[in-house]
């Protein structure tokens, strides 16, 4: 394994840092184990070189590679499914009362391989129904990740992920390929849109969110990038919006101006 000193160490998680929010303060041994395969197959000796050929890099392929080896892109349907319940229960039928354009603004920040997004779609088409068709539902689907948002793109997932979906969405979303894998049909496909974004960089939106998914991606970040995010996220609330965030995660709540809801689900003030 390639060694890091100190001094690289410093430098490659203050790079990270700065433009991604991610905080590798106690991640020196994970970087070490996952980037040193890298290195000898680039033909580094060391990561000072590595380094130099991030920074260098025009293309933006050598970042994003470095970014699939060091985040962890774990997702699955239904994952959290109290936040489903919710959606379905409480803030579907609030949009529904409070929204007489029919226009509903959804954002899965941090979507990795579109599990997320994909069961956000499944629980509208649940909700809304035959009345579907009248309503805006399309989500915006984001990720860093370029190898994970091509995932999410196919939409092709293997039969033990689909264990958690209740059978008549299974039945009515999804189309055997007949190889052990299932795809999303082209319907719910064509409800996501899939997009590279860095969440560090300005937000730049036509209108504001009714929804935000935020859910375990702040996990990565130190305190100040957690609450300078979430107070990008609140301007880009609509009134009466949500954010729904990770279990394993906790806003600031002197810190923040959404209102807590429930565990892990904030509303912005009507």
Known sequence: MIKLTDKEFSEFAAMVHSRFGINLAKKRILIEGRLSNTLREKNLSSFDQYLSLLKN???GSEITQLLNRITTNHTFFMRENEHFEFLLHKVLPYFEKNHPDRDLRIWSAGCSSGQEPYTIAMAMDEYFGSKKHLWDTTILATDISMSV????????YPADSLEMIPDKWRKKHFVDLKDGTFQISSQLRNEVVFKPFNLMDPFVFKKNFDLIFCRNVMIYFDEDTKERLVSKFHHWTAKGGF???GHSEVLNRTATQYHYVKPAIYQKGV
């Open 149 to 156: 948002l091509e995932k999410g793109k196919r939409a092709v």
């Open 243 to 245: 954010l729904f965030i």
């Open 57 to 59: 890099d025009q293309s």
